[in-house]
């Protein structure tokens, strides 16, 4: 199951890697301001729309974390980048195995997170990077969404309907990055 999510979202997570604004190669405060907005804009419907299933797990406080981190002091007077177009629908019609790829790219996000917090860290201090960070090591919670994955998505189909969730995420990230991107960076005086 792993290798069919990993294979069906290899391509996206590539282009996610090398867009962001935080895989520039000069990164400072603004990339940070803007990768939280960009995730915001992506998180927020998705934990809605989760919400509404008693049959996927419950993803953790990630906006509060996010929105923690944009209203720290060193973040103030910083103005918001052009937001991306509007959100994904997120579709009520979907079985609860669709929904366990959507929680894939959220709770694998976290991962990436942890290797962008040892990378920044210092360079972006004082500010604590609290999404970053997470709260501690990302691996434990990893290794118990992967065994309750396992549990709830068995056989052929349900794999592939979790593939599919999981494209959807990417896509739908993907999409408000490129709009962000379209949109161009903010003016000198807007920074």
């Known amino acids: ?7 069906a979202t290899a391509q996206r997570h590539a282009e996610l890697d090398a867009g962001t604004p935080l895989a520039a190669a000069e990164v400072d405060l603004r990339a940070y301001h803007d990768h939280l907005r960009l995730l915001e804009q992506w998180l927020a419907p998705i934990q809605d729309w989760i919400g509404r299933f008693d049959d996927a797990p419950r993803l953790p406080a990630y906006l509060d974390a996010i929105r923690e981190d944009l209203a720290h002091a060193a973040m103030a007077g910083m103005a918001d980048a052009p937001r991306g177009g509007p959100a994904a629908a997120w ?9 366990w790829g959507v929680c894939y790219v959220v709770e694998g996000s976290q991962l990436g997170g942890a290797v962008l917090y040892k990378r ?3 360079k972006l201090a004082p500010h604590p990077l609290g999404y970053l960070r997470g709260a501690g090591s ?6 118990q969404f992967i065994a309750a994955l396992r549990e709830h998505v068995v056989g052929a ?3 592939a309907e979790a593939c599919e969730g999981a494209r959807h995420a990417f ?14 960076p903010l003016s000198q005086a807007g920074q």
Do not use: H, K, V
């Open 1 to 7: 199951m792993l290798a069919a999510l990993r294979e």
């Open 171 to 184: 896509d739908s990230l993907i999409a408000l990055n490129r709009a962000r991107s379209a949109a161009g």
């Open 120 to 122: 920044l860290a210092e």
């Open 157 to 159: 189909r349900d794999i």
């Open 138 to 143: 990302p691996g434990p919670r990893w290794q």
């Open 91 to 99: 579709p009520a019609q979907c079985g609860p195995a669709w929904r």
